[in-house]
């Protein structure tokens, strides 16, 4: 142990001593009983309980001290009295937590010290850390979109070819309802979230429908969805990567926003017709960026044993380390598609086997934009489960860092109420909820997200992890997400159609579209949300909130009203 630690658990101590001081003199109020004497065997002086007081050990304290060895013999019986009176109240155990923080804080700090003493990120380590997390570092612009394509050869001699382009005039035509909704309605956060499906985009759904419905005779209409596709024609999907055909790229970045559809185009796999859901920005930095970006990430790498590039290189993304291979047939049984099947990218290998909760903590991370990370943490500061793209070990020196700081927080007078402590360090922000006194949730994000977090949808997550705990809600939920189709942009967008939102990445379907009547919009106090009160057709009213761009609640559960009874606010999931 370093002299620092060692001056540290000192002071630690010396808080433990004050403590059980304090103890000592709230018992000497009341009347001691008189010692019992027994014969005592070796070098034994005194037992109290079962602390053993050896001459050793008297002959020590009188050294240390100046004092006479009968003093000596008082003091050590005195503390011995301390210690089994602390453990009786269990004293001894908080204080054992709070000395066991102290020294955790202070290994975490020589660790830091420690990797920040190898200097600045080299080159590898970046080159390293952009592999793993290109898509933060190394994404280039993307398109999302969705298209109808019908199959011709690509030799295919000229009277087929005009005959697919008619039909695919025809699907031009029979999209038109698909193309306005897209240009009325905004995109989801299309970014993508590692092991889950792109959201559900209701202009997606409805060009699939009204394509396939389209007949050609011989010739096939093959509508599908796509993942989002960079400019370089690589899918930007951090389960896998498939590379697109260059035609197909080409077309489909000519159009520049949602709601554009193309027109018939040509590419090895026949005759499109292309409609556009989302352009995304890129984010690729230089160099020199990359490595301000990553210092912090390179630094906590450098306090894992063992954790140097060597020991990693296994987990390096093979996709971003050479150049695709175009061509190899189709998967047996699988009819060709558009996309060239690449390697699956490697995840995050887990330490422990998933829980029921690794599933809730996906779904906050996929309705949390920036997330990176999210781990459920009990109140010592251990990992309960976790979810997402860091490391296994990056979230469990966060979560028993932020855990102990949150508690040093409520032992403050003035915010022992608090519950929640958000924080943004670095190129990162970090978000510590407590659920319960056994339970806290920890986030960890882009700088960008770290004060932007819907509460709603925090407590949406914490009432399910609750729940599936079994243990009682400490706050009722009182915002209900929902699916909510709109009419109309800017000032004159209104809610048209609603359903409830899914839950564990399933949805009921029992619950289909229900259109809503607006009776009016409702004023509300924060800043970037919209709330209209609707009627359903089974005449029930209810409150409709438009959080930022991304979400919906309702006041109350939708699927009563949809049945046409009341819904129980009271009920938890």
Known sequence: MSGRRARLGARGLGGVAGSLGALILASCS?????PARAKLEGATVARVGDEVITSDMVSAIARAQGVPVEDALNLAI????????????????????????????????????????LGPPTDAEVEELTAQRWIDVARPEGIMAVHAVIPIPKDADPALVERAT????????AVAPAVERASQTQAPDNLPRRGLKPPFDPAREEFLKLAAQVRGG?????????????????????????????EFVAAAFKLDKRGALSEPSRSSFGVHIILVLDRLPGSELSLEERHKHFEVDVMHRRCVPGGGAAQRAARVDPCRARRPHLGGPARAGRAPTMTIERARRPRVP?????SPFAVILEDLIALVPFARGAALVDFEGETVDYAGGLEPFELRIAAATLQLTLADVRACGVHGSAFQLNLRLGAAGYLLRVLDPSYSLLMIMRKLGTFAVSARVLMEIETR??????????????????DVETTGRGERLRPSRVRPAGMGGERDESFDWMPVEVLGAVVTVSEGERAFRVRLPTGAELTLL???????????????????????ASRQP
């Not at 009341?30 to 008189?34: K, M």
């Not at 209409?221 to 260059?246: K, M, Q, S």
């Open 546 to 568: 438009r959080e930022g761009a991304h979400h919906w609640f309702a006041e109350e559960r939708l699927e009563a009203l949809m049945r046409g009874g009341k819904a129980d």
């Open 30 to 34: 009341d009347p001691a009983p008189p």
């Open 166 to 173: 008619s039909l695919a005039k025809n699907v031009q035509k």
């Open 218 to 246: 011989d010739l096939e209409v093959r509508a599908e969805p796509l993942d989002l596709i960079g400019r370089d024609g690589v899918t930007i999907n951090l389960d896998r990567r498939d590379l697109y055909d260059p």
């Open 78 to 117: 005195f503390d011995a009295l301390a210690a089994n009176e602390a453990r009786a109240s269990g004293l001894e155990a908080r204080e054992r937590r709070r000395l066991s923080g102290a020294l955790a804080r202070v290994l975490v700090e020589d660790l830091a010290a420690e990797a920040r003493a």
């Open 350 to 354: 887990r330490d422990q086997a998933e």
């Open 465 to 482: 992890i609750l729940a599936e705990a079994n243990l009682p809600i400490v706050r009722r939920q009182t915002s209900f997400r929902v």
